[in-house]
C-alpha cells in the first residue's frame, strides 16, 4: 500500500487548488467583515498572491439571528492583485 501512495506523487498544493481554479468566480475574505469577490485571472508564487478581474469589495456581516456572514454592499473594482497571506478564506462561487 505504501509503494501505491508514493507512486500519486506529493500532495497538491495551494497554487495547484488554486490554478485549476483560474476563470471560476471567487470570494477572498481577509477579515471576517471584508473581502473581494471577482473572477480568478492569475496565481503568483511571489510574491504568493492572486489577481480578480471584475472585482468588486464586498463587506461581509453576521448576527446572532444569522451567524454565516451575509454581503452587505459591493463596490466595483476592475481588477486587484490580494496577497495570500492577507487572506483568511477562500470560497470557490458556483455558477448557477
Avoid: C
Amino acid at each position: 500500500m505504501w509503494r501505491n501512495m508514493s507512486k500519486a506523487g506529493p500532495p497538491p498544493t495551494v497554487f495547484h487548488i488554486l490554478e485549476r481554479s483560474i476563470g471560476r468566480r471567487m470570494v477572498a475574505i481577509l477579515d471576517p467583515s471584508y473581502g473581494f469577490e471577482g473572477t480568478l485571472a492569475a496565481v503568483t508564487r511571489e510574491p504568493p498572491g492572486i489577481w480578480l478581474s471584475d472585482a468588486e469589495i464586498v463587506t461581509l456581516r453576521s448576527t446572532i439571528a444569522q451567524p454565516v456572514p451575509q454581503v452587505v454592499s459591493r463596490e466595483h473594482r476592475s481588477e486587484v492583485f490580494i496577497n495570500l497571506s492577507s487572506v483568511q478564506r477562500i470560497e470557490v462561487l458556483h455558477e448557477s
